[in-house]
């Protein structure tokens, strides 16, 4: 009669073999839910229609600094692979139309107008409206709500829209300088976003003339959506694929968090010139009387739990707050965002730019502290009697 260890090794071929079974089994049924439901999937990136840009050259006090803008009059569609808000038009697209000088909407004034309150909008994609309808824009949404206030008095509120996709602090300042203080705006809204610490994000390739984009923070939010596994024998299981996908996604989350820090660090040279020409737009309105609304915007991810920029937002008070005058304020959107989920306000699950629900929470903000400054009734007052 075999002893009890006799009987263990009899018994552990079998078992291997029951296991190696119920994991293949399992590993089958896995990949034939999977197959079913459509994963995992690669998400394409939106896709560009028509955009045209032309170049201008950079700050007259300084070298030369690489300056995009969109086309004069151009029209452009950005189409999405998805629809999933059922907000966008036929072919899950946005449309853009620029006017004469190449910024988004109708033509703007050139100068103080009689019974007109003329806001004018600088920044990046976030002001810009990147994914969302022109009426649904901050910069249209708060001239809406505003003018509900100043109907009375018989003036009307415009926000002007001078932001470019794109767009750092220094290419901000030099908008302001050469483009926008000209036409004497009522008051100024300037949005900073925490990539305007970066180098310039597009470069003109002068051998192809075309526009080339190199952000970083953008890439690595977009690697985690297009990104597949480099080994043939990984991509060919289903299962494998969406492990390595969580993986890769994870990994690209951390560095993104890794590669904002470090743009506010000693390492990179861009920002202090950026800082520096964001504090120079504000001290040019405060020194002029002149109204102004810097607004900063969060990164809309970790909303809802640890958001780890904290420290960054306290590095762009800290180089703006002392400079902001009697008529100047700063807005910081973190609190009207935290506690949401991030996902929820992008214009698409692969774009984290703020949708229409975003934008209606940012002028509803924005709308409230300049009703409640001391300076906008009695501005209304002086818009009526131009």
Known sequence: MPCGAAVARMKWPKQLSVTLLSLVAAWGLAEAILGQLGLPRCMALKSTESLQGRWLVGDSAEDSYPIHMLAPGSQYREHYASNPRRYFEAGNAVTYACNSLGYRGPEFADGPTGGVLRIAFIGDSNVFGEGVKFQDTVSERLASILNRQTAGAGVRCVGENYAVPGYNAVQNWVTFDQVVWPT????????????????????????????????????????????????????????????????????????LVAHY????????????????????????????????????????????????????????????????????MLLDLLPVFQGRAGATLWVHPTDSHPNEMANVLEAGELAARIEGSAWFAPLVEQCGRR
């Open 184 to 255: 004497r705006p009522d008051v100024v809204v300037l949005g900073c976003s925490l990539n305007d610490a970066e180098g310039p994000q597009f470069l003109f390739d002068s051998a192809t003339g075309a526009i080339r984009r190199h952000d970083q923070a953008w890439q690595l939010f977009c690697d985690q959506f297009e990104a597949l596994p480099r080994w043939r024998f990984v991509r060919a299981s289903r299962l494998a694929t969406l492990v390595w996908q969580c993986v890769n996604r994870s990994r690209l989350a951390s560095a």
């Open 261 to 328: 820090r470090e743009l506010y660090g000693p390492g990179n040279p861009h920002w202090a010139p950026n800082r520096s020409r964001a504090q120079r737009l504000v001290s040019a309105c405060a020194s002029n009387g002149v109204p102004l609304v810097v607004v900063l915007f969060p990164v809309l991810e970790h909303l809802d739990g640890d958001y780890p920029y904290g420290s960054l937002h306290a590095s762009w008070r800290e180089a703006i707050e002392g400079r902001l005058g009697t008529n100047g």
